[in-house]
Nanobody, 124 residues
Framework: QVQLVESGGGLVQPGGSLRLSCVASGHTFSNYLMGWFRQTPGKEREFVAA???????DYAGSVKGRFTISRDNVKSTVYLQMNGLKSEDTAAYYC??????????????????WGEGTLVTVSS
């Protein structure tokens, strides 16, 4: 069993920055594909970014160039650095690990482990 705990969410003004963290425990973190997703009320969960065991990254088009995903295998932590935040980035952000399948051409992620989320609010 893998436990994922997100932190770093909060209230930020448009144009500001936040860094989310997700600490994993329970298994060998370095073996896992890791991802970030977000969801707003009434909408489906949306892929944000993913990072492979070897550090290869994928980004949704809406965040590419503004967000950066990274990982520290020693600390068993994955990060999401968010710059140039916009009101439409407001959402609950979830960390995910070790999907049963992942298609980088469509960002389709199936199964795996999930954290309970951290809320990001972008507002003036």
């Amino acid at each position: 069993q893998v436990q994922l705990v997100e932190s770093g969410g909060g209230l930020v003004q448009p144009g500001g920055s936040l860094r989310l963290s997700c600490v994993a425990s329970g298994h060998t973190f370095s073996n896992y594909l890791m991802g970030w997703f977000r969801q707003t009320p009434g909408k489906e969960r949306e892929f944000v970014a993913a990072i492979s065991r070897t550090g290869e990254t994928d980004y949704a088009g809406s965040v590419k160039g503004r967000f950066t995903i990274s990982r520290d295998n020693v600390k068993s932590t994955v990060y999401l650095q968010m710059n140039g935040l916009k009101s439409e980035d407001t959402a609950a952000y979830y960390c995910a690990a070790d999907p049963s399948s992942y298609d980088p051409s469509t960002w389709t992620w199936e199964g795996g482990y999930w954290g309970e989320g951290t809320l990001v609010t972008v507002s003036s």
